[in-house]
């Protein structure tokens, strides 16, 4: 396994949560990263990513100004900071690698996937 997600769990609604990802292979400092997550019964959805660099940042209009995403080239890694969650944010989040240096909102757009974390909000 490439990507190893990490950091889900169980939380009341306006809670918090920080997800991890590491790229094992060290292959991922050179491309966008991005977080994607995916509800029962609902399609995957873009979340949030950025380039390489960090320098764009991209998010889904729905966690802007809640969620934030980080990473750490040195380490491979990357982060999705969720702050005053809700109900409808509970989904398996997915990490990914994306084809470019450029981020990308689009699930085509990624070619490595991790296994996915549960977040599950109550109410």
């Known amino acids: 396994v490439q990507l190893q997600a990490s950091g889900g769990g169980l939380v009341q609604a306006g809670g918090s949560l920080r997800l991890s990802c590491a790229d094992s292979?060290?292959?991922?400092?050179?491309?966008?990263m991005g977080w994607f997550r995916q509800a029962p019964g609902k399609e995957r959805e873009f979340v949030a990513a950025l380039s390489w660099n960090s320098g764009i940042k991209y998010y889904a209009d729905s966690v802007k100004g809640r969620f934030t995403i980080s990473r750490d080239n040195a380490k491979s890694a990357v982060y999705l900071q969720m702050n005053s969650l809700q109900p409808e944010d509970t989904a398996v989040y997915y990490c990914?690698?994306?084809?470019?240096?450029?981020?990308?909102?689009?699930?085509?757009?990624?070619?490595?996937w991790g296994q996915g974390t549960l977040v599950t909000v109550s109410s």
């Open positions: 990914a690698v994306g084809l470019r240096a450029s981020a990308g909102r689009l699930p085509g757009e990624y070619k490595y």
């Open positions: 292979r060290r292959t991922s400092s050179n491309n966008a």
